[in-house]
């Protein structure tokens, strides 16, 4: 079996991941279609951070993904609660994914409760039923050889957009061509 090839922003924590991902998917505009999957954009109450949401790709609809403030019926990580039901959602979207609708998956962000089985663990490890599609994830750059070990990935393009943000250009070129050859 191939590694899963995949492409990665990286960086450190609150280093603009999400912001730079937002702007190459902006920059994809003949792909909504045939892109599944989300950003998780921080969220911020008076000036303290307190959680992320899951923005869906060309749905135009969001979830709150999770809180640092317990929530009932909420599943507790860390020191953060997740949302079960944005958790669903983000799995039936991903479930969804053929060769023949999709693209690219995208998930921001992939963590150490990833790595552990849980959040979107369980999906990452099951990659050889969407070996005709390539990744796009967002990891921390402390773990990104362990993402690309664990689950066998095999990156394409790395870029991190904090040190390196005039090479979103060429990230994005190759970015297209693979995609755009399925």
Not at 59 to 72: D, G, M, V
Not at 129 to 145: G, M, N, S
Request: charged share 25%; with cysteine; glycine share 8%.
């Amino acid at each position: 079996m191939e590694p899963h090839p995949a492409f990665f922003i990286t960086g450190d924590t609150h280093s603009g991941k999400t912001t730079a991902l937002r702007s190459v998917i902006s920059k994809l505009p003949g792909y909504p279609d045939r892109l599944k999957g989300w950003t998780t954009p921080a969220r911020f109450e008076r000036n303290d951070h307190t959680g992320y949401d899951l923005e869906f790709i060309g749905r135009n609809r969001s979830l709150p993904f999770c809180r640092q403030q317990a929530t009932k019926g909420w599943v507790h990580h860390g020191r953060f609660w997740f949302n079960p039901g944005a958790l669903q959602e983000g799995y039936r979207m991903l479930g969804s994914a053929s060769p023949d609708t999709t693209s690219l998956i995208v998930i921001d962000e992939i963590g150490p409760f990833d790595l552990k089985g849980r959040l979107w663990g369980p999906f990452l490890k099951n990659l050889e039923k969407y070996e005709e599609i390539y990744l796009l994830l967002v990891v921390r750059t402390v773990l990104l050889e362990k993402v690309c070990k664990h689950w066998y990935i095999s990156p394409v393009k790395i870029w991190n957009p904090a040190q390196e943000p005039e090479k979103e250009t060429r990230f994005l070129e190759t970015l297209k061509s693979c995609i755009r050859a399925k």
